[in-house]
């Protein structure tokens, strides 16, 4: 289950899509989760 969750969150953050809800985290705006870090 957390492979998924993690693979999900991976698939957002590739596509540009933000990954956290402003609503539920109190942030002032959406952002993406997570960096991309190639070897």
């Given at each position: 289950k957390?492979?998924?969750?993690?693979?999900?969150?991976a698939n957002?953050?590739?596509?540009?899509?933000?990954?956290?809800?402003?609503?539920?985290t109190?942030?002032s705006k959406?952002?993406?989760?997570?960096?991309?870090c190639?070897?």
């Amino acid at each position: 289950k957390e492979a998924i969750c993690f693979a999900v969150l991976a698939n957002e953050t590739i596509s540009g899509n933000s990954s956290n809800l402003k609503q539920v985290t109190g942030a002032s705006k959406n952002t993406l989760l997570g960096k991309i870090c190639l070897p």
